[in-house]
């Protein structure tokens, strides 16, 4: 039986009709069984405007921005067919999406079931130009066309929408023939509730529904491919020589993602662990290149793999002289915290206090501060960047946090962290300072 790949091309992939044919060239020499894609380059942003436009009742410039989008399909797809009935679709789908956006406009209000199908349109406008390019391209078998919304059942969460784990298996199972005889074309990010409303998976969903579709069939390969060549130590554009990472564990990834690397987000790595699927991340602009393979054991495990950061932190500081000899001070903290849904990233904790680094958007609820205030005095503290020293084993390694230090002696750490987890040390700084502090631990463990 051969493999089962389910590959996911991001935006940039889909950018134009040259970028189509160049990923759908990398699907016939992956073989690829399942392939979804994002919207094409920009279009989710314009559909979001859209949306704002037409609440605020700007029908002109609704009126440019479908214009827009029309012109920008329709030139990718006059470049790769003449097939009229794939024209009279993606005209009916435009067509569909100015009619919901006129309704919008009418009532001057917009749900969040309702952003969640204008939004779905720039996959399903992307997702059948791309099924021309694989049939243009793979001649040996038929590509079929799919929609991911008949598989990828969710809740009615619109906006961040939650996946029935179960039901996409079984659908999964019933719907796709997995022995390689047909190639599929689905659509990234989008999913429906039972009773067929659309819905999204929120930020960094498009790779989550890839992860999700490769656990319903049981995939051998999840592949990711973006416009980076794989996940670097470091970003590069903060750190000079940094180095490719040709395979990283499920653990070390999950944290690189969690604490600010842009290349995955944390919520895609969890449907590949459950089933111990190996992800690839690739460059569908230099597909060549090694790439990353990310698996649940790799064979290097060095002290220090990369480094992450994640900026525009806050601290908030709860202090009290009941703490002292007290109990249950800090499930009253987090029992507010669990009230209104906050996560905290950092958690430090002293005799009279506790600190925690968070988003600071999270402080902007006069009610959550009022709560926190009746349990002791609150100070919060702006302009922070959490760096992560993402590796393996940090636990039982003597003298680390000896060289970090010594590495940004010259650097004031607010706070770290270290003990919840073998893979990640980390420490806040003030964003002014995380480049520099990021530099020289770079150069201390890495370069």
Not at 52 to 59: D, E, L, P, R, S
Not at 120 to 141: H, P, W, Y
Request: some cysteine.
């Amino acid at each position: 039986m051969s493999k089962i790949i389910v590959s996911k091309f991001g935006g940039s992939s889909m950018k134009d009709q040259e970028a189509m044919l160049r990923s759908a060239k990398i699907c016939q020499k992956q073989k690829s069984t399942i392939t979804l894609v994002s919207a094409t380059y920009g279009t989710t942003d314009k559909l979001h405007e859209l949306v704002n436009n037409a609440v605020k009742g700007n029908w002109n410039e609704c009126e440019k921005l479908l214009f827009t989008l029309r012109e920008k399909h329709f030139d990718i797809l006059q470049n790769l067919t003449n097939d009229k009935l794939v024209g009279e679709r993606l005209r009916e789908l435009i067509n569909n999406l100015e009619t919901l956006i006129r309704g919008i406009f009418l009532i001057s209000e917009c749900s969040p079931k309702a952003h969640d199908r204008v939004v779905s349109f720039g996959e399903r406008l992307s997702s059948l130009l791309f099924c021309e390019a694989m049939k243009m391209t793979i001649k040996d078998k038929p590509v079929e066309l799919f929609d991911s919304r008949d598989i990828l059942k969710t809740n009615n969460q619109f906006g961040r929408a939650k996946p029935n784990i179960q039901t996409i298996h079984h659908k999964c199972q019933n719907y796709f023939k997995l022995d390689g005889s047909t190639t599929y074309v689905g659509q990234g990010y989008i999913g429906s509730t039972d009773e067929g409303s659309t819905t999204t998976l929120g930020r960094g969903g498009s790779d989550y529904s890839a992860a999700l579709f490769a656990e319903g069939v049981r995939a051998d390969v999840l592949e990711i491919w973006t416009d980076v060549a794989g996940i670097a130590t470091c970003d590069p554009r903060i750190c000079e020589n940094t180095k490719p990472i040709e395979e990283i564990s499920y653990n070390e990834a999950g944290e690189m993602a969690h604490y600010g690397a842009k290349i995955l987000h944390p919520t895609t790595l969890v449907p590949a662990m459950r089933q111990s699927i190996p992800v690839f991340v690739g460059s569908s602009y230099a597909s060549e290149e090694l790439g990353t393979w990310i698996r649940h054991e790799v064979e290097q495990k060095p002290l220090i793999r990369a480094i992450a950061k994640r900026d525009n932190q806050a601290l908030l500081t709860i202090t009290t002289p009941k703490m002292l000899d007290a109990f249950g001070f800090m499930s009253k903290i987090f029992a507010v915290f669990t009230e209104f849904e906050v996560s905290v990233d950092c958690v430090t904790t002293s005799e009279i206090s506790v600190a925690v680094s968070l988003d600071p958007k999270t402080l902007d609820n006069k009610e959550l501060i009022q709560k926190l205030a009746q349990i002791g005095e609150v100070k919060t503290e702006y302009g922070f960047s959490l760096i992560s020293l993402i590796g393996n084993k940090m636990l039982e390694q003597a003298g680390l946090a000896k060289r970090v230090f010594a590495a940004i002696e010259d650097i004031n750490v607010r706070m770290l962290c270290l003990g919840a987890s073998p893979y990640n040390f980390n420490i806040l700084v003030t964003e002014k300072e995380s480049n520099d502090a990021i530099g020289l631990l770079h150069k201390e463990f890495i370069a």
